[in-house]
């Protein structure tokens, strides 16, 4: 993968999924939620300038690339259904890990969250009223946290430091009356890290990204949940597989039953990795005889995955499936984030 160009989604994998081959030029066919499906050479999909490099810091380009060879090799093994490939867990499972922590579906996720809490934060703060009442709570449960905010107060008004803990103490009584001056200390603060966070949170997620690969390309944690999965290899005669732009994707017990990134509160029920568009790798927890999926099922999941895009060998698609995309895609739904700052603000 040297060069400036990047493949989040690497390119071994997208060629199981080619419309048609010219040389050595593979052509899949790209549908984006709302626009018409386009057919294109595959080094133009999932691809990104500079996305694993910072600046002149190739290192993780040149961990991924060093890696790919024998992650290239093992998908080629499991395409064929080989017994070695398929038992050897341990492979699969640093596959696995690698392939949900590369995409640019997980930085954008987490981008995606990070923008969602702090709107959310700014929009709570801007309620006068609400906050207000989370400060009433906060003084009487965290005392000190009152002390620090009337300090400050005070240094501002220009009394000296050594005179504002005991000027703060004389002040308490008159809380109520100095409320509106702490939500106004607020709401500037707030308006200040709007201007200057937000701005930053994109190079910020790239840098935790980059950060996180550089530790490892298949984080061991999650390498060694997933090779104590049962794997097998699924083969549909009938119809074509998508890939989607998470890779892999997650079937969990809970209220999200597919997710394209298991937290360590998921309980993974079943792992999926498409490896072309007629076979797919399942990991279960439990051996399952038998071939028990649908392609409309899992061409669905695959889909609802994605954030933006997936890829096919063929322009003909099951109706609507189009309008699946990015329906489980988000890190938390907006519901989750309400009621994670809802917690955070309305019950302490």
């Given amino acids: 993968m040297a060069g400036k160009r990047h493949h989040f989604i690497p390119r071994f994998l997208q ?8 040389g050595d030029s593979v052509f899949a066919w790209v549908f984006r939620a709302q626009r018409k499906p386009f057919n294109t050479n595959i080094i133009n999909i999932g691809v990104e300038g500079q996305f694993y490099s910072n600046g002149d810091d190739n ?43 590369r995409t640019r579906q997980l930085r954008e996720g987490f981008l995606d969250l990070a923008e969602a809490l702090s709107s959310e934060i700014l929009s709570f703060i801007e309620d006068e009223q609400r906050l207000e009442e989370y400060l009433r709570r906060k003084f009487e ?7 620090s905010m009337l300090k400050e107060e005070l240094e501002k008004s ?24 702490f939500v106004a200390g607020i709401k500037s603060h707030a308006l200040t890290y709007k201007e200057q966070v937000l701005s930053k949170m994109r ?11 550089k530790e490892s390309v298949a984080p061991h944690r999650k390498k060694e949940i997933y090779q104590d999965f049962n794997y097998q ?18 079937e969990t017990k809970g209220d999200r039953r597919f997710k394209p990134f298991a937290d360590s509160t998921d309980l993974v029920e079943s792992i999926y990795l498409p490896l072309s568009s007629k076979s797919i790798l399942v990991g279960r927890r439990q051996h399952k005889e038998g071939n028990d999926l649908t392609l409309e099922k899992i061409s669905s999941a695959i889909v609802g995955c994605s954030r933006e895009w ?11 499936l189009q309008k699946e995309i ?4 988000h890190i938390l739904t907006n519901e989750e984030v309400d009621n994670l700052l809802s917690e955070v603000f309305d019950n302490q």
């Fill in 15 to 22: 060629s199981g999924f080619a419309s048609h081959v010219v």
């Fill in 59 to 101: 290192e993780v380009d040149d961990l991924i690339t060093e890696a790919e060879a024998g992650f290239s090799r093992l998908v080629t093994s499991l395409r064929s259904n080989r017994e070695a490939a398929i038992s050897n867990s341990s492979a699969i499972g640093e596959l696995i890990a690698h392939l949900e922590i």
């Fill in 141 to 147: 449960r965290e005392p000190e946290y009152l002390n």
């Fill in 158 to 181: 220009g009394v000296p430091g050594h005179l504002s803990e005991e000027a703060a103490e004389l002040l308490k009584p008159l809380i109520e009356q100095l409320m509106p001056a």
């Fill in 203 to 213: 190079d910020a997620a790239k840098k935790g990204h980059l950060k996180a690969l």
């Fill in 233 to 250: 290899v699924y083969f549909f005669n009938e119809g074509f597989l998508p890939l989607g732009d998470s890779i892999v994707f997650f």
């Fill in 310 to 320: 997936f890829i096919c060998a063929s322009e003909i698609i099951e109706e609507d």
């Fill in 326 to 329: 990015g329906k489980f895609s």
